[in-house]
């Protein structure tokens, strides 16, 4: 199935190509069931396993971290794109070696854990079952605005991201959803998406200027400039993929901060799905932009405009500091939130801002991850 799926491919012209890309066939969804609105592996041989240097050490490695006090924007880093021709010829190998995980604790100890089976098939099937269809449409629910109670009447006055800057102050942060994010150390945001679990951007947590793991990572739930609510959260384990950390690709900016206390039990956390097709919905995202007043928390709402295999775009306000951002759709009519994608990128090409995209491969990394830690 797989050389016939890759043969029609081959007839096909270069604009058709990217199309591919755009929109995948098929019609698949889940989402995790811990939307909570209430209060290892095999051990490394090799330190280029683990996404940096050379030499080897058995066991468990122990590595350096880069302890700046804040992370290294997109812009600046060696970030590497995967091009339609490379995509198409994704070994199975390849697909375990990107997807597996590599876990650092606070003392420097790294480990590898691998992908499941189904995180493995589910990014081949991604690329195998490529196919030329329309997006989704649905008639129901394709997402709201969170009720402005919780923001300022008006957005302060400041410098303009996409055409006019539409972003709100969140006023109350202790309300939910917006308790469950927060702030990062190193500069960027966090959703918690489990009890302990940080949902966040791969650039958030490695550098791959000087391939070091950041250190700053604590964790603030609903800061609010210098009020911080429910205090900081030391982090217990930092999660990152190899297609991030040893192969720097754009598609793999996802990881997970494990937190050495269960602050979810007490704020509720988010939950998160993938969906294939998926309908151009209408997406919130909140954050601490470095462009507004420190430890304040900001809100954009717009709608998706394009749709990749592994990226969303959309013309929502961001800046600085909204990385790791999570994009998630409302479901007022369930009164039901769903994490799709994590904010990652400032405008480029698209004229757009982009996100992450939660397919299934990254679905069943994160399940693994939350179930083993």
């Known amino acids: 199935m797989r050389n016939f799926h890759l043969k029609k491919l081959a007839l096909l012209s270069a604009t058709a190509l990217v199309a591919l890309l755009v929109l995948t066939g098929g019609v698949h969804a889940q989402s995790d069931a811990e939307d ?16 940096f240097g050379g030499g080897s050490a058995q066991g468990p490695v122990r590595i350096e971290f880069d302890g700046s006090e804040r992370f290294v924007p997109p812009t600046e880093l060696p970030i590497v794109d995967t091009y339609v021709k490379e995509a198409l010829t994704l070994t199975e190998a390849e697909a375990t070696e990107e997807l597996t995980a590599i876990i650092v604790s606070p003392d ?3 480990e590898l854990l691998p992908p499941n089976d189904a995180a493995v098939e589910a990014l081949l099937r991604a690329v195998e079952e490529l196919d030329i269809v329309e997006a989704e449409t649905e008639v129901g629910d394709l997402g709201g605005n969170e009720p402005q109670s919780a923001f300022e009447s008006a957005s302060e006055a400041a410098e303009s991201v996409i055409g006019a800057d539409t972003r709100v102050k969140v006023t109350n942060t202790t309300s939910y959803p917006f308790r469950t994010f927060g702030r990062i150390d190193i500069g960027c945001t966090g959703t918690l998406i489990g009890p302990r679990h940080v949902l966040t951007a791969g650039h958030c947590v490695y550098n791959i200027s000087n391939n070091k793991w950041y250190s700053s990572l604590n964790f603030t739930p609903g800061q609010n400039g210098g009020t911080k609510p429910y205090g900081t959260i030391a982090w217990k384990h930092v999660i990152s993929v190899k297609g991030w950390t040893q192969s720097h690709k754009r598609n793999f900016d996802y990881a997970m901060i494990i937190l050495n206390q269960d602050i979810g039990n007490t704020v509720g956390w988010m939950g998160y799905g993938w969906k294939v097709p998926l309908p151009y919905y209408n997406v919130n995202i909140n954050g601490y932009p470095g462009d507004k007043p420190s430890g304040t928390m900001w809100h954009a709402f717009c709608k998706l405009q394009l749709i990749t295999i592994y990226r969303l775009y959309y013309p929502c306000d961001t800046f600085g500091g909204m990385s790791g951002s999570s994009v998630y759709v409302y479901f007022q009519s369930q ?3 769903t994490i799709y994608g994590i904010h990652a990128y400032g405008v480029d090409g698209t004229g757009l801002n982009g996100a992450t995209r939660i397919r299934e491969a990254v679905f069943n990394n994160l399940k693994k991850w939350k179930a083993t830690y």
Do not use: D, Y
């Open 108 to 110: 420097g100890e790294a």
């Open 36 to 51: 909570s609105g209430g209060a290892v592996g095999e051990a490394a041989t090799q330190e280029e396993e683990l996404g």
């Open 335 to 337: 009164n039901k939130r």
